[in-house]
């Protein structure tokens, strides 16, 4: 496929399916690999659901040269104000330096603006010196959060190397062979507690999780949020946990091979709650173990999770469970 006839007027405008063939093939032709499924997912996503999503290219002579992919925040991590999250963008080779991902950005916030959106946020890895340029050119700014990703090859829990919740106690007498040695059947965290793939009934209790946490009733956005956790990734890897046959617990992921560049098998945390009620009963923990034990299992490599800088108790929380600083900048514009 050759590259368009390039002119100085351009046209951004809204995606559509049509256009897939040629956003895969502009992604392909900067980052040298193929993620059809990816976009695929992405725009059968913005389908399905056209205002949580929002998506735009610029043409250039009737031919797609660019194209830009966010998605709309509501309440993740607590967040108040709306925003947008852009999670993918590229601009055909030989169009770059002739203002179109200007005119591209330009446009994605006019738009994001218009549906009340306050913010751009994005990130990028620190050596990505080209696009940091021109998130800088832009007037993004560093954000005041915390990028976090855990190396599921190095973490303990959901490994072999994952240590028992209360170690059984040894026998008194070293001559008794018959008491079980320590850890021989004492239960991981995810054995403590009953954890499930998150299911659409278990909608209320997710709500009523974050009712006791934010005292708001936010049903609205949790009921698309869970929706979204169940159809909008490559595989379901959201997870409930469950007391007494009451949701405990939920952690809403998605794993997507290719949002914001990503080369590798990538999970993202978008949010993660405990009852307060069953706080400091280690059902965070548990569901943590179980999602780094099935996300193993499926070959991914990386955890990845963004926290306020304010937020000391969930930043401690991921840092116990492995988590450190990541080699990605989170970026923020106000619009």
Not at 71 to 90: C, H, I, Q
């Amino acid at each position: 496929m050759s590259s368009p006839a390039l002119t100085l007027h351009s046209r951004p405008r809204p995606l559509a399916a049509r256009d897939l063939d040629r956003v895969v093939w502009i992604d392909a032709s900067l980052r040298g690999r193929t993620r059809r499924a990816y976009f695929e997912r992405r725009l059968a996503a913005a389908a399905r659901d056209p205002d949580r999503h929002l998506q735009l290219g610029v043409e250039t002579d009737g031919r797609l040269a660019g194209h830009m992919l966010g998605r709309a925040l509501e309440g993740e991590f607590g967040r108040t104000e709306p925003e947008v999250r852009l999670e993918a963008f590229g601009v055909v080779g030989p169009a770059q330096g002739e203002g179109l991902g200007a005119a591209l950005l330009k446009a994605f916030e006019d738009e994001a603006a218009r549906r009340g959106l306050r913010q751009v946020r994005t990130t990028a890895l620190w050596r990505e010196h080209a696009l940091l340029a021109f998130f800088d050119r832009a007037g993004f700014q560093l954000s005041p959060v915390h990028v976090l990703d855990c190396a599921l090859d190095e973490a303990e829990l959901g490994s072999a190397r994952e240590a028992p919740v209360e170690p059984a106690p040894g026998p008194a007498d070293p001559n008794d062979y018959g008491t079980p040695r320590p850890a021989d059947f004492a239960p991981l965290a995810r054995d403590a507690v009953e954890i499930g793939i998150l299911s659409q009934a278990d909608l209320e209790g997710v709500a009523r999780i974050d009712r006791r946490h934010t005292g708001r009733d936010r049903r609205g956005y949790l009921c698309r949020t869970v929706a979204e956790a169940l159809a909008d990734s490559a595989l379901r890897v959201s997870l409930a946990a469950r007391i007494d046959r009451s949701v405990a617990g939920y952690v809403m992921a998605r794993l997507d091979y290719g949002d914001f560049g990503r080369a590798e098998p990538v999970a993202v945390i978008d949010t993660i709650g405990v009852d307060p009620l069953r706080a400091h009963q280690g059902v965070g923990r548990a569901m943590l173990s179980q999602l780094f034990a099935n996300l193993a299992a499926l070959g991914v490599e990386r955890v990845e999770t963004v926290v306020a800088s304010g937020d000391l108790g969930l930043l401690g929380f991921f840092y116990a469970a492995g988590f450190r600083p990541s080699e990605r900048l989170s970026f923020l514009k106000q619009l």
